[in-house]
């Protein structure tokens, strides 16, 4: 059983560019969630992938937004970004036959936005 | 926003004593997890406590839920240099959408 991973481990943009995220889910699992975690701070929900389609989102604006392929993996992407995108973003996968949704993570892209 | 609060925000121990982290929460839960991290790494998932439980177990660790009081425990028995990381909860809404709400977390650290 393969566990969640996530490319690139770290990334430098700067301010105004776009970025893209991956995230391949665990083995056996269908819905990917994305968090982002500022410096210091929990990690906060940005959004919910499942059957490919985006399944309940946080309060995160257009400009954060994602996919998820046939294969369950997901991409997050991030549109002019901002300096206060600077972050961990984390992914975690589960399974929708999971009646307690039970959450296993990613290591985390580090995103630092100059 | 932030549901959880934990509490303390940083503990330090010797090792071989005991740990307790805290956690409230303000809503209706389905489930509570608890998470720990690295160095601002992944999280790695320790142990799930559904709603009409009151306690778990899972090696040297043990959970409390209290849905009265809308809080949860963490214990860490005979502590190891190596449980040095930031703990965190969080809380899966009775709606279950799959949105899981952290809190700020607790930073442990153990003293050889």
């Known amino acids: 059983e393969t566990g969640v991973t996530q490319s690139p481990t770290h990334l430098i943009k700067t301010r105004g560019q776009q970025v893209t995220l991956r995230c391949s889910s665990q083995?056996?699992?269908?819905?990917v969630s994305w968090y982002q975690q500022a410096l210091g701070q929990g990690p906060q929900f940005i959004f919910q992938?499942?059957?490919?389609?985006?399944?309940g989102r946080g309060n995160f604006p257009p400009r954060f937004s994602g996919l998820q392929f046939p294969n369950y993996s997901s991409e997050l992407n991030v549109n002019a970004l901002e300096l206060d995108d600077s972050a961990l973003y984390l992914c975690?996968?589960?399974?929708?036959?999971?009646?307690?949704?039970?959450?296993?993570f990613g290591p985390g892209t580090r995103l630092t936005v100059l | 926003s932030q549901q959880g609060e934990e509490d303390p925000q940083a503990l330090s121990i010797q090792e071989g004593e005991n740990a307790t982290m805290n956690c409230s929460y303000k809503?209706?839960?389905?489930?509570l997890q608890w998470y720990r991290q690295n160095s601002g790494r992944g999280l790695v998932h320790l142990i799930l406590?559904?709603?009409?439980?009151r306690e778990k177990h899972s090696g040297r660790l043990r959970v409390t839920l209290d849905t009265s009081k809308k809080s949860s425990s963490l214990l860490i028995t005979a502590s190891r240099a190596a449980d040095t990381a930031s703990y965190f909860c969080?809380?899966?809404?009775?709606?279950?959408?799959?949105?899981?709400?952290f809190g700020q977390g607790t930073t442990l650290q153990v003293k050889p």
């Open positions: 975690a996968s589960s399974s929708s036959n999971d009646r307690y949704n039970e959450q296993f």
């Open positions: 083995s056996g699992h269908n819905t």
């Open positions: 992938y499942y059957r490919e389609e985006e399944n």
């Open positions: 809503t209706s839960i389905n489930n």
């Open positions: 406590i559904r709603s009409n439980e």
């Open positions: 969080a809380t899966a809404g009775s709606s279950n959408t799959g949105k899981l709400i």
